[in-house]
């Protein structure tokens, strides 16, 4: 079930590259630490507002398509 927090790590650096790994880092912590249900839209986007982003912009990237996109350009060179 890896595949939505992945795309959101797409999201967070199509939002703000210069962050996105402090947001790697709280999603991995709430994932694994907190054993909260990160795959879920609404802790992606707590996720990303408790890592100082703005939660609409990351939404947007999240649900357009964009990040998906990337995630899949990462996918095709891997």
């Given at each position: 079930?890896?595949?939505?927090?992945?795309?959101?790590?797409?999201a967070a650096?199509?939002?703000?590259?210069?962050?996105?790994e402090?947001f790697?880092y709280?999603?991995?912590?709430?994932?694994?630490?907190?054993?909260?249900?990160?795959?879920?839209?609404?802790?992606?986007?707590?996720?990303?507002?408790?890592s100082g982003?703005?939660?609409?912009?990351f939404?947007?990237?999240f649900?357009d398509g964009?990040?998906?996109a990337a995630?899949?350009e990462?996918?095709?060179?891997?």
């Open positions: 079930m890896s595949y939505p927090l992945c795309v959101a790590y797409e650096k199509l939002t703000d590259p210069g962050e996105a402090a790697l709280r999603l991995r912590y709430a994932t694994i630490a907190e054993t909260r249900q990160t795959p879920r839209e609404e802790e992606l986007a707590r996720v990303a507002r408790l982003f703005d939660e609409d912009a939404l947007l990237r649900r964009s990040a998906e995630f899949r990462d996918l095709a060179l891997t």
